[in-house]
């Protein structure tokens, strides 16, 4: 059973910086795809940004050249950084990881982008 743990949410003025952190427990595997998702009040769940486990990513046109996923295999730690935060990054941001046939959530950590 895999279980997914985020951190580093919080409160940020416009044009601040934030890191979230996912940590996962259980069987990862090889070909194992991690990633953010966010929800905003009222929207559905968007894609922010994906890793493999070679390190290539994908990410939102919304938060290129803003934030950056990275990723720690040997950790089993996924890291989002995100800078430049604008209000309309305001959502709870959920940690994922896709792997076979199984899709892992976590529980989620808010962050509110606000002055």
């Known amino acids: 059973q895999v279980q997914l743990v985020e951190s580093g949410g919080g409160l940020v003025q416009p044009g601040g910086s934030l890191r979230l952190s996912c940590s996962a427990s259980g069987s990862i595997l090889v070909a194992s795809l991690m990633g953010w998702y966010r929800q905003a009040p009222r929207k559905q769940r968007e894609l922010v940004a994906r890793?493999?486990?070679?390190?290539?990513?994908n990410y939102a046109d919304s938060v290129k050249g803003r934030f950056t996923i990275s990723r720690d295999n040997a950790r089993k730690t996924v890291y989002l950084q995100m800078n430049n935060l604008k209000p309309e990054d305001t959502a709870v941001y959920y940690c994922n990881l896709a792997q076979q046939i199984y899709n892992y959530w976590g529980q989620g950590t808010q962050v509110t982008v606000s002055s």
């Open positions: 890793i493999t486990n070679e390190g290539s990513s």
